[in-house]
């Protein structure tokens, strides 16, 4: 390690070069470790520098690990080895004796979020609280990290959000697998294995063998999400949108759709890997953003449009919305009771359940509470952990939740 | 007996017309593709619009066997392509012990054998009958899940299927192959690339009336036309699921058997389950609603009876 330390080193202004262009790389959240940092060097030395695609071909090759990494490897690329002033300004802002020191100045080209952030960390007082690495440390982020599970969405500065952001991206939901009538061999199963029980007969020579056994696969039923962009959610829609693409990235079977006044799905466009391609394309699909709502609408528009070709193989439905109809709940009740009847579970998350004053006064709310089967707050990273601890815990029988929510209310 | 395949687009349709099946010339284009071409013919639509139907159609029209796998979750391998006969087996290996001869290699070749296969739609469909191949029907493939999906491809692919005992089994002429899907959920892009993908729509009203007339015999033409005209209108409607053919056609055998030779809003209200499957549906039908569909039936039934 030190001898290729030492090496690295020795190299004067590629070596350094490559030595930044990998911090930054790290910065805005690629995994470059050092082994990768000195398998670039390695790379370049072996391909050259005379031919700049020769050079970038050589450096992809070593850094990137995933396709969805491309993007980003690509915008950083161009800005990294196009620009010197931008490595200048940014090697200044990288070195931590000048931290601090350099104005900020704005770049020629609008930069992505995270590229802009892993240029010019922030100046401001909060500097301790984002380690100058972006990547976070266990060791050194946890009290922060405490701080914004319980923190509301809406009362965010740009930089505590883009910390939820990374931790939201490793958000898992455990949902509860479920039988299938698939089975597979196992050592202590439920059905003999002919088959295998057979073929051990035939090679004991007759003789008597041990039953092989299978027993039932499980799996996690398909997921459907159906998401609020009315102007009473914007401020958490963003937010969301990050935790859907984290879920629907995470497994297959996946839907998801948005509504205000219209539903549409995103489903295709959470697909991308790279959360800023993906988050653009749904904004380029949605057309009703931060406009008004018609919640009873869009329901009747996904079950007579989308329920039998998404929650067949009992899916679990996750309707995020405050419940705020401006349609005033019409036909709102007995499109919930389609919804309800048709999926497996109906969980209702609710940002405005965060108000210990909340009560179910709205008509809409009013309309679709007797439906569901969990109603939870969502409006920080708590509670979208509390999310995920619901659909951990398997349940029989379908509980109401208004029943639970009034009881909770009582016992208050 | 054994039809040549035909011809051209318009062979297709009388061909399926011969047969009972008034086909749109788009469906008898895509039919006459997946012969010509050899490829299977991935159909989807709304339930009850004769998806299944053509298939069957198909198989009497060639002449060939019809060798149907009904789609549900969780098939596998041993309920759509082959087993093995463990019972058997199992006594193979009790006579074979009590003969004394327990030679293990050749015990083991001699319980795996084509004997001891019992062959499951799909082996079948790879096998001639009568020296023709057969039309193998893979029905609600929407039904099952991705993982018979993935196995379909290789069989679709190669149309051979690879036992491991004994090998893989490749057909001497691919069958002609048709699946169907509802479309409950998306079937994966890979299987309808490698398909003729025709979406089965309702049909038009004078191909509706056709095939009333021709199904259902004992309906009075006057009545006939009463019922295209109201199922039509009904499909115009905002139904949570609009009735299809085989709805059409049951409500039509409905009537006559109640010998209705005309619609009223009273029997459309006594027999409107045949027609529409789910409560708010029948709901939406108020005795007033109902009046005004079968006045409007009647006159249209009307209008084309005096030309």
Known sequence: MSASATRLFQRERLAENILHFCRVLRAAGLPVGPAKVIAALEAVETVGIEQREDFRAALESVLIERHDQQTLFAQAFELFWRNPRLIERMMELLLPKVYGRTPRTEAEAPLPARLAEALAPPRDADREACDQETTLDAAFTFSPREVLQSKDFESMTTAELAEVKAMIARLRLPLPELPIRRSMAANRGTEVDLRATLRAMASARGAVVPLAWRRRRRRPPPLVVLCDISGSMDRYARMLLFFLHAITNDRDRVHTLLFGTRLTNITRHLRRRDVDVALERVSAAVSDWAGGTRIGACLAEFNRRWSRRLLAQGAVVLLISDGLDSDVGHGLSAEMERLAKSCRRLIWLNPLLRYDRFEARPAGIRAMLPYVDDFLPVHNLESLKQVAAVFAQPRSLRRRAEMDFELGRRAA | ?307
């Open chain 2, 1 to 307: 007996m054994t039809t040549p395949l035909p011809a051209n687009v318009d062979a297709v349709l009388a061909l399926l017309e011969q047969h009972d099946y008034f086909a749109d010339r788009r469906l008898a284009t895509s039919v006459f593709l997946a012969l010509k071409m050899g490829r299977p013919l991935f159909l989807e639509g709304e339930a009850g619009v004769g998806k299944t139907e053509i298939a069957k159609v198909l198989a009497r029209a060639l002449g060939r066997l019809l060798v149907r796998l009904q789609c549900y979750e969780g098939l596998d391998t041993a309920s759509a392509v082959y087993e093995w006969n463990y019972p058997r087996q199992m006594i193979e290996i009790r006579l074979a012990e009590a003969q004394g001869k327990v030679d293990r290699e050749a015990l083991a070749s001699n319980i795996f054998t084509e004997r001891f296969l019992i062959r499951r739609p799909i082996l079948q469909a790879l096998e001639r009958n009568n020296g023709f191949a057969p039309v193998l029907l893979i029905d609600e493939l929407d039904r099952t899940d991705e993982p018979f999906e993935a196995y379909l491809l290789e069989v679709l692919a190669e149309y051979q299927v690879t036992i491991p005992e004994l090998g893989a089994i490749k057909a001497i002429e691919p069958p002609i192959v048709v699946i169907t899907s509802n479309r409950t959920r998306e079937i994966h892009d890979a299987i309808k690339r490698r398909c003729l993908y025709h979406w089965v729509d309702f049909p038009s009203a004078q191909r509706e009336l056709a095939i009333v007339r021709r199904k259902v015999p004992g309906a009075d033409a006057r009545l006939s036309r009463e019922v295209v005209a109201f199922t039509q209108r009904l499909r115009a409607m905002d139904l949570f699921k609009s009735p299809g053919i085989a709805e059409t056609l049951d409500w039509a055998e409905a009537l006559v058997a109640l010998d209705r030779l005309a619609l009223d809003p009273e029997t459309v209200a006594n027999t409107l389950g045949a027609l529409l499957k789910y409560q708010d549906d029948i709901g939406a039908i108020t005795p007033q609603v109902a009046t005004q569909l079968v006045a409007e039936a009647r006159a249209e039934a009307e209008a084309v009876g005096t030309p």
